[in-house]
């Protein structure tokens, strides 16, 4: 009986490992019964109702599901600054770091050469290795749609534009929603100021007042991570759209929509293929197909029939029906810049995006 028993035993053994085995080759092992500590550096803060909280709220509605620690690090700069936090939340255990700025480029690369066993998702990077991730979203589709708001909102034809820096990211922004405006109202205007800031609010909002006293402005738009547009449009009555997040109860009687960043769809899928081991170092671009980038629910300002329109421009885009830079588009300066049939390629979008289209005029002093 006591050599049955022992035989028993080793057969049930046997067969709960091979079970085992069968339920981690079929991939049914659950990875996250472990806790992964996980590093949030951010340009801005967590609650700047902008970029910094999109990263922050996405990351952290992550938490639960994937069983993560998070630990997290505000109002951090390139160079210096970025290169201790790093540090800091490595010592602190960190296994993956997610590094929220442009700017972190060259700490991103550095770090990661001295830390192989370290993932690092770097937004709006350029430089992709075995472990780093680099990832952005074709923001452009919405900027689009949100120009066919202010389109149909507009009744003087003068749309402001508050926008950070001429660089390809926002110019492309710009030339998105211009298209989007003049593909429902081709006599409006879009003016486009400069803050040459990201986040600074006395140079942002001085920006907006140039622009709000120099021409008959009832709508405007951003591309700044500083709210500094919205309070000033708001101060004057003017319609406003915003940027990275949805600021609709903070300006009930002027807010119309925004481009937004949907950041937990990135994050759930690609932090959970880092745990299990299956991510290399790729570059994302994702679109409206994917959800990562989306349009704020329109508020009750909103004309009647816009929606309507909205939501069958999404569609074409979320299909693949249509892109925004289809051509025929012609520059400010009447010369066509891509032909009827033709679309402007990646490359020249992510680098080389140096004019602008039709109904954009800079500000001037």
């Known amino acids: 009986m006591k050599k049955i028993g022992i035989v028993a035993s080793v057969v049930f053994a046997i067969i709960i490992i091979g079970l085992m085995l069968v339920h981690i080759k079929e991939g049914n092992f659950n990875v996250t019964d472990k806790q992964t500590i996980i590093g949030l550096i951010l340009y801005g803060t967590a609650d700047d109702c902008s970029w910094g909280q999109s990263h922050y709220e996405g990351l952290f509605a992550c938490e639960e599901e994937l069983n993560l620690k998070i630990l997290y690090r505000e109002n951090i700069r390139e160079g210096e ?4 936090a790093i540090e800091e ?3 602190e255990g960190c296994e993956i770091l997610v590094c929220s700025s ?3 480029d060259e700490n991103v690369k550095e770090a990661a050469k001295r830390y192989p066993e370290v993932y690092f998702f770097h937004t709006a990077g350029v430089q992709t290795s ?5 990832y952005f979203g074709r923001m452009y589709q919405m900027r689009y749609l949100s120009g066919i708001v202010a389109g149909l909102q507009t009744r003087t034809n003068h749309i402001g534009y508050v926008a950070a820096h001429p660089i390809s990211e926002v110019n492309r922004g710009i030339n998105a929603f211009a298209l989007g405006v003049r593909s429902v109202n081709p006599n409006a205007v879009v003016h486009i100021c400069f803050s040459n800031t990201w986040m600074d609010d006395k140079l ?8 709000f006293d120099a021409y008959d402005i009832d709508v405007t738009a951003m591309h700044t991570d500083s709210l500094a547009v919205l309070d000033e449009a708001d101060a004057r009555g003017i319609y406003s759209i915003g940027y990275n997040y949805n600021n609709a109860e ?9 481009p937004i960043w949907n950041w937990k769809i990135f ?4 932090i959970l293929e880092c745990i299990q081991g299956k991510l290399m170092g790729e570059s994302y671009w994702e679109g409206a197909e994917s959800g990562i980038v989306g349009l704020a629910p329109l508020t009750k300002n909103v004309r009647p029939g816009t929606e309507q329109k909205v939501t069958e421009t999404l ?7 249509f892109d925004v830079f289809y051509g025929p588009i012609c520059d400010n300066k009447e010369n066509f810049r891509v032909l009827e049939g033709e679309n402007i390629s990646d490359r020249a979008l992510l680098n080389a995006f140096d004019w602008y289209v039709a109904g954009v005029e800079l500000y001037e002093e």
């Open 89 to 91: 939340l490595i010592d």
């Open 130 to 134: 075995q472990n780093v991730t680099t």
């Open 204 to 211: 942002t909002r001085e920006a907006a007042v140039r622009l």
């Open 81 to 84: 600054a970025c290169e201790t």
């Open 250 to 258: 903070r300006y009930p009687n002027t807010f119309l929509t925004a």
């Open 315 to 321: 569609t074409a885009l979320t299909r693949g029906e």
């Open 102 to 104: 442009f700017g972190f």
């Open 267 to 270: 994050y759930s899928a690609h």
